[in-house]
């Protein structure tokens, strides 16, 4: 048995790609719709309800393109959103196998940065301790560090210096491993590990959350015989300068369409 359908992959902008990217190389039969929701960027400062109607917005999107399942790659919307949606198709959120991952690699102290919200909620802390209770935990936000990455300021000295001040707390508590706990974060990973030191192992859930949709699609009779379609690439604002950070990531051209996602009763 096989399924031709896409895959969807869902973010606020470019970090996604990270996991689209490893999604393509785990999976490489498959066709993949990336939609990058940059009119609303970022998610991470918005509230619950907010979130959750932009999740519901993309997913509607998505599903209409006839996707056999969705890879919520936004930490954000994973941690906010997916707790409260009752979804007709598969759903991925990339928590739990980041979590998961780091749980694993841990000497016994574990940092978390990811977005306001996203710290906010506990999701991380909450998936570590439940993957393995007496970790210890230390969280930090670092809202500054998404707008870095839209502009494309992978290794600039303000995002070094900006990046400094937010591990300061981290390296204090002689943490072992690092979760990158947005999908924009591993785009500055040859920063962070270089601030932090080689002592310091980097978790990102991209490489995990491919993995378990691979096996999720296998064990459904779902995963595609053969690329049917190029990947597309949708984009809700500034299609130029995300196609300029897409080319860095993915060393390739990537033909953009733009496209209007309406919320009702919420921001445009």
Request: proline share 7%; glycine share 8%; charged share 20%.
């Amino acid at each position: 048995m096989s399924d031709p359908r896409p895959i969807g992959v869902f973010d606020s902008g470019v970090g996604g790609l990270t996991v689209a990217a490893a999604l393509a190389r785990a999976l490489p039969e498959e066709t993949i719709l990336y939609l990058g929701d940059t009119a609303r960027l970022p998610y991470g400062t918005k509230s619950e309800e907010t979130v959750t109607r932009y999740t519901e917005k993309n997913l509607e999107f998505l599903a209409a393109r006839g996707v056999k399942g969705v890879v919520v790659a936004c930490n954000t919307a994973s941690a906010l959103a997916l707790p409260h949606l009752a979804p007709r198709l598969p759903l991925w959120g990339v928590i739990t196998p980041g979590a998961s991952a780091a749980a694993r690699r841990s000497r016994g102290r574990v940092g978390v940065i990811a977005t306001e919200s996203t710290i906010r909620s506990g999701a991380y802390a909450n998936a570590l301790a439940a993957a393995r209770p007496g970790l210890e935990i230390v969280s930090q936000a670092c809202p500054l560090l998404v707008p870095l990455v839209e502009e494309g300021w992978f290794d600039d000295p303000i995002t070094e210096e900006v990046a400094r001040r937010y591990l300061a707390p981290l390296a204090a508590a002689h943490i072992d491993t690092l979760v990158l706990g947005c999908t924009h974060y591993p785009l500055l990973a040859p920063l962070l590990a270089r601030l932090l030191g080689p002592e310091v192992a980097l978790v990102d859930s991209a490489e995990t959350v491919a993995a378990e949709v691979a096996s999720d699609l296998a064990a459904r009779g779902e995963r595609s015989a053969r690329r049917q379609a190029p990947d597309h690439y949708y984009v809700t604002d500034d299609a130029a300068r995300f196609g300029r950070l897409a080319r860095a990531i993915l060393a390739r051209d990537t033909p953009l369409e733009l496209v209007d996602l309406h919320v009702e009763g919420g921001e445009p």
